[in-house]
């Protein structure tokens, strides 16, 4: 063969070349492009799955924090109606030991001091504390020394611990 003749196979060459060339490695990027559809197409079906379920989660959480807020509202509406019965039962148990208060002062001395030293202390020291501070001294002082004691004590301690806001 001359070059004469190699010049006139090469193309032909070339040809059978490239034919080659693209028949081995087309096909494979036909198949690699074939799989990288499917995995892509896998994947967003994986996200379409995910965001619905996300989505059903949300709708579930919504729900719950609905359900919390609307416990929520309805026991803050209780307390407040607690609230307001137990200034009602507050002001009813003042309004009866004003009462009560009225009737140990309208008593003498000798009576207010006996009823007052029958009662448990802590109800004389109620009672005692919104009297007048001369009558107190008055009804102590016709009481029983220990028992005069012990309520004085108690009353000191009442104003320590009374609740101040």
């Not at 003498?108 to 501070?133: H, P």
Request: glycine share 2%.
């Amino acid at each position: 063969m001359t070059l004469k003749d190699r010049g006139r196979y090469m193309p032909i060459f070339l040809c059978s070349l490239l034919f080659f060339i693209f028949y081995n490695i087309f096909p494979v990027n036909v198949f690699a492009q074939d799989d990288l559809l499917i995995l892509i197409e896998r994947k967003q079906k994986e996200l379409t799955e995910r965001e619905e379920g996300l989505k059903k989660e949300e709708e579930r959480i919504n729900a719950i924090k609905k359900d919390v807020e609307e416990r929520i509202e309805k026991y803050t509406r209780l307390l407040n109606q607690l609230e307001e019965v137990l200034k009602k039962i507050e002001r009813i148990n003042e309004e009866k030991l004003d009462s009560l208060v009225k009737a140990y002062e309208a008593m003498t001395v000798e009576d207010a001091s006996a009823r007052l030293s029958a009662l448990d202390e802590q109800t004389a020291v109620n009672i005692l504390y919104r009297m007048k501070s001369k009558r107190v001294g008055q009804i102590i002082g016709q009481m029983d020394p220990k028992k005069a004691a012990s309520i004085t004590e108690r009353m000191s301690r009442f104003v320590k611990n009374f609740p101040t806001k």
